[in-house]
């Protein structure tokens, strides 16, 4: 069974802060997992992925994630907040059992202050 | 090269009403996905379909039915409209070649049940 778990529906920085937005997932078998962004009124678009082929991923517009299998997690980073950044961000898990079946984390939503 | 592309964006039906919504894509992927997005509970799976002519059931399957005709296209119907179906729904579609399932997703339609 797969789940995940984004800690914090709210998170608020100020622009030029870090961003650290948390991801815990869970999988029976090896996952592949993804930060997926969404602006308002828009649809999700890809940030980064997790293939299992280097466990830190860059992705567009500056963010990072790393993916740590011993903790379970896979938290999205960006060094300096832009005003830009303020969106809602999803953290995805998916995994192949006899078909994908992919599972998408409650959301945070992240507030850039100036 | 469109994407995936919902119709209508916006909608508002009377209780018991009945309507489709109609999602398109020019990638010729195999793999189609419904999902409803509700405040503080992520993207929940409605249906999907894994080939033309072919369609599954996902997580909240009751009050909604699906139909892949045409390989590009994804219908998502309600019988019988309900306030409780009141909801953000995106579409999304994903290849088989990919090993991961990326999926792309359609800007979303806003539905408002009364």
């Known amino acids: 069974a797969q789940s995940v778990t984004q800690l914090g529906s709210h998170v608020s920085v100020s622009e030029g802060a870090l961003v650290l937005l948390r991801c815990n997932y869970s999988s029976s078998v090896p996952p592949y997992l993804f930060w997926y962004v969404q602006y308002p009124n828009q649809g999700l678009q890809l940030l980064l992925k997790y293939t299992s082929a280097a466990t830190l991923v860059k992705g567009i517009n500056g963010f990072e994630a790393e993916f740590k299998k011993s903790e379970t997690s896979f938290h999205l980073t960006k060094p300096s907040a832009h005003m830009s950044d303020a969106a809602e961000y999803f953290c995805?898990?998916?995994?192949?059992?006899?078909?994908?079946?992919?599972?998408f984390g409650a959301g945070t939503r992240l507030f850039v202050k100036a | 090269n469109a994407g995936v592309t919902q119709t209508p964006k916006f909608r508002v039906l009377k209780t018991g009403q009945s309507m489709t919504l109609l999602c398109a894509q020019d990638m010729n992927h195999e793999y189609m996905y419904w999902y409803r997005q509700d405040p503080g509970m992520g993207l929940r799976l409605i249906h999907y379909?894994?080939?033309?002519?072919?369609?599954a059931k996902g997580e909240v399957p009751d009050g909604y039915n699906v139909s892949r005709l045409k390989k590009q296209n994804f219908l998502l119907g309600l019988e019988s409209a309900a306030p409780s179906q009141t909801s953000v729904y995106f579409c999304?579609?994903?290849?088989?070649?990919?090993?991961?399932?990326?999926?792309?997703f359609g800007p979303g339609t806003r539905l408002t049940v009364l």
């Open positions: 999304a579609s994903s290849s088989a070649i990919s090993s991961y399932n990326e999926q792309f």
């Open positions: 995805a898990v998916s995994s192949y059992t006899g078909g994908f079946k992919t599972i």
């Open positions: 379909s894994v080939g033309e002519g072919t369609t």
